[in-house]
């Protein structure tokens, strides 16, 4: 298969990238950077293991637990994680320019899913060997970020589909669409003074990828897109504009707004304190969230509130349902790095790290979302757990975001658009197809 059969499996992004990544894919088959890991056969290479990764912002931190246990067993390979901020866009750059500078002293980069297409196509992860994975456990959507034909790239470390999180105090129902969302907040806002909170909704709309994501599952929830199915940017339809005005009407809603406004300035663990201080009816967030609003959920009950102080915000009760839309995609896939020199110990511990017990470790004591199916049908986990199978449901039916090569660009310059559609009552501005198209292609704003 070739590597455009990768993108076409994505709803939305067929034929951006195909010439780019199908020329790539034959150029480089000569290269080490396309051979197979494992294909010189031995056995693991003996030295340390160097993992670059974001914040692990898990409850008890269980990243680092499965590195301590991975240390015990494999004194010939012990693993240091090199942590970078929580920020996504802060990864991106640490994490290329590590790449760029051709060091052979990563041997994993723990990516975000949105950056698979960049490495593999600047040749700065290489493939796994294929003959001894068996990929069947994995859910269908986590391990389609990592594939591109019969090339694997790397193996899905945690998946990521957003909530929708409510307070029970206030609201009866779950909302399953964005009216029946801003009807619920209302009736909320009219309760007397004292007793109703500042705002209907809270997500993460400053600016960085968070933003990208809350303002591309605004769009979904409206019927629009922002690249549609022949791969044309469609950010200028009724439908896409539909969901910018919601979010713009909702941040001017006056002395009750719809939107909290602060939540212009909001990543996840601001918007995560404001709900948790019972300052907005509803909150849009990732699962990890889950464990910081309750951290009896959380195995070791270790979980910290979103300010990170010992007394906590004030305790809520809430529950979580799906979006009013399809959620987008996240998570982190893991890849050996192009220049490591330990690329068949850098596969065994990915497969260490994947496998269905630190799965299961993961999401019982972390809270991140697994990757594998048999964590959500597992009888403890579902006894424990109730939202297990709401995520689970999020997951599948979740949506990526545009697959590119040069996705970061695009991003930035979404953003930018957003930023002023939002300032300026949701109305684009006219020249915001034309931007896209050249961020596409790489091209700053």
Partial sequence: ????????????????????????????????YLQPILADSGGPEPGALVIMSGHDDSAGQQRHVLIDQWNQLHKTNPVQIIELSAVADAQRSAMLSSAQAGGRQVDIYNLDVTLVAEF??????????????????????????????????????????GLLFYRTDLVSRPPTSWSQLAESAAAALDRPAGQRPKAGYTGQLADYEGLTVNAIEAIWAAGGEVVDDQGRIAIDSEAARTGLARLARGLKGGSQPLVLPESTGFHEAESTHAFADKQVVFMRNWPVAYRTLDPSASADGSARCATGSDTGPKKVPFAVTLLPGPSVLGGQNLAVAARSRHPRAAQQLIEFLTSERSQQILFERGGFAATREIVYRDSAVTERYGYAQTLLAAIQ??????????????????????????????????DAVTRLERARQGYLD
Wanted: aromatic share 8%; net charge positive; proline share 6%.
């Fill in 1 to 32: 298969m070739k590597a455009a059969d990768w993108l076409g499996r994505h709803r939305g992004i067929a034929g951006l990238t195909t010439g780019l990544l199908a020329g790539i894919a034959v150029t480089a088959l000569s290269t080490v």
């Fill in 120 to 161: 593999a196509s600047g040749r700065y992860i290489r493939r796994l060997d294929t003959d001894r994975l068996d990929l069947s456990g994995f859910l269908d959507n986590p391990i389609r970020t990592c594939r591109d034909g019969d090339a694997v790239w790397c193996l899905p470390f945690n998946s990521d589909a």
């Fill in 397 to 430: 039916e979740a949506r990526p975001r545009p697959v590119l090569p040069r996705y970061a660009q695009f991003s930035k310059t979404f953003r930018a658009i957003v930023r002023e559609a939002l300032a300026n009552g949701g109305d684009l501005p006219p």
